[in-house]
């Protein structure tokens, strides 16, 4: 599923218009986004959680060359899957 069939899925599931249901699941996007922007989580009990882990710098190596390299340290987005969503797929 791509973000067009999720579109499509919710105008279907809640009667809304295309147009509408566009509009909300990009607000739905946009508010985790910037949830997360700002390094706080979005708990959403019984679906999940989604989180910010920091990752620290780090030496690698270039897997053509194999000379090492330093991997900055960066902020990455998880997604921890809640009970609900478990027993569903499960």
């Given at each position: 599923m791509n973000k067009n069939d999720l579109i499509s899925a919710?105008?279907?599931?809640?009667?809304?218009?295309?147009?509408?249901?566009?509009?909300?699941?990009?607000?739905?996007?946009?508010?985790?986004?910037?949830?997360?922007?700002?390094?706080?989580?979005?708990?959403?009990?019984?679906?999940?959680?989604?989180?910010v882990a920091r990752r620290k710098a780090s030496t690698g190596r270039n897997p053509r060359t194999g000379e090492a390299m330093q991997i900055a340290a960066s902020n990455q987005p998880k997604f921890k899957a809640g009970k609900g969503l478990k027993d569903a797929v499960n």
């Open positions: 919710v105008a279907n599931s809640s009667g809304l218009s295309r147009s509408d249901a566009t509009k909300a699941v990009e607000g739905v996007f946009d508010a985790i986004t910037g949830a997360l922007k700002k390094g706080d989580e979005v708990r959403l009990v019984g679906f999940g959680t989604f989180a």
